[in-house]
């Protein structure tokens, strides 16, 4: 199994409250992802990382926040959770290149209920 | 950009069966197209990936993908289905290897009746 470890694993938060999600990984890959998942919706994503200090947004990424600064740790951060941000939340990392080495491999999941 | 359509949100049969899941994709440019196995509160796992080589795709436990351009399909298929097969399944594609993120799928969820 990949090296990606997330914690926490579970957390129940207020509303209003700022949460923040690890994503740690031993296997030195350059790319890093976060993702949502909610029923009828699969995966989006929220934002990716293709390097130290280098991010991007994806699909939903209103009211998140990421940092980078170090290439085995990807931070998500809620700066105020709402209801809408309950969800489960999984953490990707890939290789990258052409040589076929494109799939990511996903971490545990963060179950986050907003309250 | 690319999207992902998975025909039928649960897909069910019987133990023995044959199992199809169906995708379709929409790419600018020659896509990268994945598989994906998530069982109940875990994580994703690749099932099995499309990167321009053998149009037909084997993969773990027994399934395979075949990639026709002319239909932009990438179906998922087992000839007999398991009671260890019951999960949810993800069609995932990639326009650039590794520089563009996997764009997923709704998900089908895969019930298997003894």
């Known amino acids: 199994d990949a090296g990606i470890t997330q914690s926490p694993r579970h957390k129940v938060t207020e509303t209003g409250t700022p949460v923040t999600l690890r994503c740690h990984q031993t296997?030195?890959?350059?790319?890093m992802y976060w993702y949502r998942q909610d029923p009828g919706h699969g995966l989006r994503l929220i934002h990716y990382?293709?390097?130290?200090?280098?991010?991007d947004k994806g699909e939903v990424s209103d009211g998140y926040s990421v940092s980078r600064s170090k290439t085995e740790d990807f931070l998500l951060t809620l700066e105020s959770a709402t209801s809408s941000q309950t969800s489960v939340y999984f953490c990707?990392?890939?290789?990258?290149?052409?040589?076929?080495?494109?799939?990511?491999?996903f971490g545990q999941g963060t179950r986050l209920t907003v309250v | 950009a690319q999207s992902v359509t998975q025909l039928g949100s649960h897909v069910s049969v019987s133990e023995g069966a044959l199992v199809l899941l169906r995708c379709n994709y929409s790419?600018?440019?020659?896509?990268?197209l994945f598989w994906y196995v998530q069982y109940p509160n875990q994580g994703l796992q690749l099932l099995l990936k499309?990167?321009?080589?053998?149009?037909l795709v084997k993969g773990i436990n027994g399934f395979e993908a075949e990639f026709k351009k002319s239909e932009t399909s990438f179906h998922l298929t087992k000839p007999s289905a398991h009671m260890s097969d019951a999960a949810e399944y993800f069609c995932?594609?990639?326009?650039?290897?590794?520089?563009?993120?996997?764009?997923f799928g709704k998900g089908t969820r895969l019930s298997v009746i003894a």
């Open positions: 990382s293709y390097g130290v200090k280098d991010t």
């Open positions: 499309y990167t321009s080589a053998a149009t």
């Open positions: 995932a594609v990639s326009d650039f290897p590794g520089n563009t993120p996997l764009v």
């Open positions: 296997e030195n890959h350059r790319y």
């Open positions: 990707a990392i890939s290789e990258g290149g052409e040589d076929g080495n494109t799939e990511a491999f």
């Open positions: 790419s600018s440019v020659p896509p990268y």
